[in-house]
Nanobody, 125 residues
Framework: QVQVVESGGGTVPPGLFLTVSCRAS????????MAWYRQSPAKEREFVAR???????SYSDSARGRFTISTNRAKDTAYLRMTNLRPEDTAKYSC???????????????????WGQGTQVTVGS
């Protein structure tokens, strides 16, 4: 199976930066893309950023220009660097991974979606 674990959340003052990480582990044949979503108590879960296996990135309007998603493929890890943080960025940030679990060393099962438990980011003084 595939496990997804986020880390790096915390409390930061407005205007500063924070980087959260998402690591996929287990018997992974191929990762197709890794994405960040966030949810605050008063809102539905919303898309933040995505990076594909080919390196294509996409961002929500609120994230574009302030957040940067990147990956370390050797470690099956995605990072979300968030700058100029605002109180409205306060949320639980969760990672979604679309990956093929390993069937054999040379093939994988059809792609499946995996979610982590999330990491809390709080922006405030």
């Amino acid at each position: 199976q595939v496990q997804v674990v986020e880390s790096g959340g915390g409390t930061v003052p407005p205007g500063l930066f924070l980087t959260v990480s998402c690591r996929a582990s287990g018997e992974i044949f191929k990762i197709y893309n890794m994405a960040w979503y966030r949810q605050s108590p008063a809102k539905e879960r919303e898309f933040v950023a995505r990076i594909t296996d080919g390196g294509q990135v996409s961002y929500s309007d609120s994230a574009r220009g302030r957040f940067t998603i990147s990956t370390n493929r050797a470690k099956d890890t995605a990072y979300l660097r968030m700058t100029n943080l605002r109180p409205e960025d306060t949320a639980k940030y969760s990672c979604k991974v679309i990956a093929s679990p390993e069937l054999t060393p040379f093939s994988g099962h059809p792609p499946r979606t995996y979610w982590g438990q999330g990491t809390q980011v709080t922006v405030g003084s």
